[in-house]
């Protein structure tokens, strides 16, 4: 953000910083060379929570078993690129609600390493 607005020279408007955050966080997830189309999570019988994800690689998705386990839901979500031999590590992690009352979206961000090289996301829950 610093870098938009010191070379535009002008003060930022809520338009202007939602939209380079959507560039920034959104799009690269959504429209990259491979982005997460569908994904669910549960729990194992042994009560370890499972993430199991379908990728859009080129246009076409990459349906099947591509998931990993963990102690949590974000932990099991970092297991899942092990199978395809990319590593990743959360650095941070912060979620906030985004409505009022008990089942309202959250908003989550992470910062982590993937394959070695550091990485934000974000995502949005759905209300429950």
């Known amino acids: 953000m610093q870098s938009a607005t010191d070379?535009?020279?002008t003060e930022a408007t809520p338009k202007?910083?939602?939209e380079l955050f959507g560039a920034t966080y959104l799009t690269p997830g959504r429209d990259g060379?491979?982005?997460l189309a569908s994904w669910t999570t549960d729990r194992t019988?042994?009560?370890e929570h499972r993430?199991?994800?379908t990728l859009r690689t080129d246009d076409?998705?990459?349906a099947g078993d591509h998931g990993g386990t963990g102690n949590g839901p974000v932990s099991a979500f970092t297991h899942a690129p092990a199978g395809a031999g990319i590593e990743v590590g959360i650095l941070d992690f912060v979620q906030h609600p985004t409505g009022r009352g008990r089942g309202s979206p959250a908003t989550a961000y992470v910062e982590c390493?993937?394959?070695g090289q550091r990485r934000w996301g974000r995502a949005r829950t759905p209300p429950c």
């Open 51 to 53: 993430f199991v994800r």
């Open 45 to 47: 019988p042994d009560g």
């Open 7 to 9: 070379d535009s020279g």
């Open 113 to 115: 390493l993937v394959g």
């Open 16 to 18: 202007d910083l939602w």
């Open 60 to 62: 076409h998705e990459v």
């Open 33 to 35: 060379a491979v982005a």
